[in-house]
Antibody, heavy 120, light 111 residues
Framework: EVQLLQSGGGLAQPGGSQRLSCAVSGFTFSTYGMSWVRQAPGKGLEWVSGISGSGGITYYADSVKGRFTISRDNSKNTLYLQINSLRGEDTAVYYC?????????????WGQGTLVTVSS | QSTLTQPPSASGTPGQRVTISCSGSSSNIGTNTVNWYQHVLGAAPRLLIYSNNQRPSGVPDRFSGSRSGTSASLAISGLQSEDEADYYCAAWDESLNGHCMFGGGTKVTVL
């Protein structure tokens, strides 16, 4: 059974940092691209970042480029999102999602979501 | 990076057919396949339609998708109360270094 279990998140101050983790099981992690998608309160889904199966290729939305870093440890079957210089607009539920091999926008499995709240 | 264009809302009575449009450009829908997601508040999004018109296992056949040129659409026929949710289209965009674009989302209300 494919599972994506997220951890991290919580309350953080503006300008601070957070690291989100997504531990996966039930599939060969290194053969799948992964992404982070977020939903701010009252807003729609927003793709944040993606990474190839090997970790060699990364993609970022303009809104987070330079502040967010996506990475993965294929030996630990874990995906990460390092969020720096937090802003109020980063407050959102963050989801990790597996990209199907045929399409980088086809997310066939999702984590349960983790809330990041940026507030002083 | 903007979003794909969807109507903010759609509604219908049980049994009716509802259609949601998704408009993009040559760098996204015109080049890559479209996927649709159903999102109920408090739960993770669910893949509803992939590769423009394919349903994953477990998705009822009252959901269907299509793509033409730089636009796509999702149809729900035989609307049911449990279909009340937010629906999003998504496609990869080849501009800049490449990124995924979601539509703004359509809230479907069952009257």
């Amino acid at each position: 059974e494919v599972q994506l279990l997220q951890s991290g998140g919580g309350l953080a101050q503006p300008g601070g940092s957070q690291r989100l983790s997504c531990a996966v099981s039930g599939f060969t992690f290194s053969t799948y691209g992964m992404s982070w998608v977020r939903q701010a309160p009252g807003k729609g889904l927003e793709w944040v970042s993606g990474i190839s199966g090997s970790g060699g290729i990364t993609y970022y939305a303009d809104s987070v480029k330079g502040r967010f870093t996506i990475s993965r440890d294929n030996s630990k079957n874990t995906l990460y999102l390092q969020i720096n210089s937090l802003r109020g607009e980063d407050t959102a539920v963050y989801y990790c999602a597996r990209s199907h091999t045929s399409s980088r926008s086809r997310f066939d499995y999702w984590g349960q979501g983790t809330l990041v709240t940026v507030s002083s | 990076q903007s979003t794909l264009t969807q109507p903010p809302s759609a509604s219908g009575t049980p049994g009716q057919r509802v259609t949601i449009s998704c408009s993009g450009s040559s760098s996204n829908i015109g080049t890559n396949t479209v996927n649709w997601y159903q999102h109920v508040l408090g739960a993770a999004p669910r893949l509803l339609i992939y590769s423009n018109n394919q349903r994953p296992s477990g998705v009822p056949d009252r959901f269907s998708g299509s793509r033409s040129g730089t636009s796509a659409s999702l149809a729900i026929s035989g609307l049911q109360s449990e279909d009340e949710a937010d629906y999003y289209c998504a496609a990869w965009d080849e501009s800049l270094n490449g990124h995924c674009m979601f539509g703004g989302g359509t809230k479907v209300t069952v009257l």
